[in-house]
C-alpha cells in the first residue's frame, strides 16, 4: 500500500476517527511514524463496540492496520487491549501468524486508558508533550471501527455510511447496533426495547465526556453510544448544572485539597494542567493566575476531576472546558511548556474501572449488551454535515434529489474535511445550513 493511495482512500470514503472528535484518518498518516497503536481501550463505563468488534472482525481491522503499516514504513502494531477483553485478544491471537508485526499489549484496567496519550505512555513508555500530537513521538494511534472502515474502503471503495452503536443504561434490551448515518435517537431506543424508567435523560456519548442530547438527534460518524439514564441520576444532575452556579459553588465551597490535580491523569504524566489552581483562579479572578487560565490549553476534558475525584461535588471537568474553549475562540497560543517528568506516584494513583462505576451510580447498567447487525429500516435520515473535527463537508446535493446509496452528498470542503455519501436511497426533503434530510 502506498502512503498517497491510502490517504486518497480514506479521505475519499469519509474515514475519520470513530468516537471522539473525529480526526480525518488520512491526516494522521506520517512517515515519521515507527509504530502503529490500535486504540482497543473503550474505557468508558458501558461502552461495548470497540472489544465487539475486534472480537468479530480481528482479520480485517489487523489487515487494516498492516496498510497503514505498510504505507508509512512503520517498524511494528501494538494491539492496546484490556486483559478483560478476552474474546477480542483471543481473536487476534488467532490471526496473529499472519501478522508478524503485531503484537497484544495489555492496558491496565483504569480510566482513562484510552487518552491517545495515556494509551501511548502505557504501550511504549513515550510521554507526548503538552500541546503536541502523538506523531511527536513517531506514534500514530486509531481506534478498532476506524480500521475496520478503512479495511472496506480499501478492499471494497465502502464509504463510511454506517455506524455501531450502544444503547445502554435504562432500557429494556440493551445491545449495540449497527445503523445508518442520520437515524435519530429515538429510534436507536425503540431497538433497544424501549426505556426503563418514566422521566429519562439522554447522552450522547459515555458517563465522563458525553454530553446530554435530545431524542430528535441523529447518529454520525463518531457517536459511540447512546446512553438513557433517570434524570435525577448523578451523572445527568451534574451535566444540566450552570456555569454561574458551578462558580458561586466553587468560590463558597473549594477547599484547595488538590485531589483533582493528584488523580488528573495528564498531570501525572508530566503535563501543565492543575485543576485545582484553576478552580482558585475561577473562584479569586482570573487575572490572579494567568498561567493556570492558560494551562487549561491541556486538559483533556476525560472528567476523572470532576465525576470521581472532588469530595465537595465541585465542576472542574466542566469550567476548564468552558474556558479552554474560550481560549481556542480567540486564537491563544502559548509557548509549548516543559515537559516535566511523569510523577512517582503515578502507578498508586490510578483510577480502577470498578471504582469508577460503583462510584457513577452505574453498576446496574452493567450488562454485555451484545452485537446485532440485523438490516435495519428507517423511513428518514437527519444527515449532519459536520461529522468531524476541521471543515465541515459542503452539500452538492438539492431539495427534491433523488439520490442512490453510496452516493457523494457532501464533498469535501477545502482544509481538513472529508465528504458524506448517503447511506441509503431516497429523495431529499430538506437542506439547512448544517444537515440535510433524506426520506426513503
Do not use: W
Not at 16 to 34: E, M, Q
Amino acid at each position: 500500500m502506498q502512503f498517497d493511495a491510502l490517504s486518497e482512500i480514506m479521505r475519499s470514503c469519509g474515514v475519520v476517527g470513530a468516537g471522539g472528535a473525529g480526526f480525518p484518518s488520512y491526516a494522521k498518516l506520517n512517515k515519521k511514524a515507527d509504530t502503529i497503536i490500535l486504540n482497543c481501550a473503550e474505557c468508558e463505563p458501558l461502552f461495548r463496540v470497540h472489544r465487539q468488534l475486534l472480537a468479530k472482525y480481528a482479520f480485517e481491522i489487523l489487515t487494516a492496520l498492516e496498510h497503514v503499516r505498510e504505507a508509512v514504513s512503520a517498524e511494528r502494531i501494538i494491539i492496546a487491549v484490556k486483559p478483560s477483553y478476552k474474546d477480542a485478544i483471543e481473536a487476534v491471537r488467532d490471526k496473529a501468524s499472519s501478522f508478524p508485526h503485531a503484537s497484544v499489549h495489555p492496558l491496565p484496567e483504569v480510566y482513562p486508558a484510552g487518552d491517545e496519550v495515556v494509551t501511548i505512555y502505557e504501550a511504549t513508555g513515550r510521554v507526548v508533550p503538552p500541546g503536541q500530537l502523538p506523531i511527536s513521538v513517531g506514534c500514530i494511534v486509531y481506534n478498532v471501527e476506524t480500521m475496520l472502515n478503512t479495511y472496506y474502503a480499501i478492499t471494497e471503495n465502502r464509504p463510511v455510511t454506517e455506524k455501531y452503536v450502544t444503547v445502554g443504561g435504562a432500557v429494556k434490551n440493551p445491545a449495540t447496533f449497527h445503523v445508518p448515518l442520520g437515524m435519530r435517537f429515538s429510534e436507536l431506543i425503540k431497538l433497544a426495547g424501549g426505556e426503563t424508567e418514566e422521566n429519562s435523560a439522554y447522552l450522547s456519548g459515555g458517563a465522563m465526556t458525553g454530553r446530554l442530547a435530545s431524542l430528535s438527534e441523529p447518529v454520525i460518524k463518531t457517536t459511540n453510544a447512546v446512553l438513557v439514564l433517570p434524570e435525577n441520576h448523578p451523572v445527568i444532575v451534574k451535566r444540566k448544572s450552570k456555569t454561574t452556579l458551578n462558580i458561586k459553588r466553587s468560590m463558597s465551597s473549594c477547599c484547595q485539597c488538590s485531589t483533582c490535580t493528584d488523580l488528573c491523569p495528564r498531570h501525572l504524566l508530566g503535563h501543565p494542567i492543575q485543576p485545582h489552581l484553576f478552580m482558585r483562579a475561577a473562584s479569586k479572578g482570573m487575572e490572579r493566575d494567568i498561567k493556570a487560565v492558560i494551562n487549561t490549553l491541556y486538559c483533556a476534558q476525560c472528567g476523572i476531576c470532576e465525576m470521581y475525584a472532588c469530595p465537595q461535588g465541585l465542576a472542574p471537568k466542566t469550567l476548564i472546558g468552558e474556558c479552554r474553549d474560550a481560549l481556542r475562540r480567540e486564537g491563544v497560543k502559548p509557548e509549548p511548556p516543559a515537559l516535566k517528568p511523569v510523577n512517582s506516584m503515578r502507578p498508586y494513583r490510578k483510577v480502577q474501572m470498578n471504582r469508577l462505576i460503583a462510584r457513577l451510580g452505574l453498576t446496574p447498567y452493567v450488562v454485555k449488551a451484545p452485537l446485532s447487525e440485523t438490516p435495519l429500516n428507517t423511513k428518514e435520515l437527519k444527515i449532519m454535515l459536520r461529522q468531524n473535527i476541521g471543515v465541515p463537508a459542503v452539500c452538492t446535493v438539492s431539495k427534491g434529489e433523488k439520490v442512490t446509496a453510496g452516493q457523494l452528498i457532501a464533498k469535501p470542503a477545502e482544509g481538513l474535511s472529508v465528504g458524506i455519501c448517503a447511506p441509503a436511497g431516497g429523495t431529499v426533503t430538506e437542506i439547512a445550513k448544517d444537515y440535510l434530510v433524506i426520506k426513503m
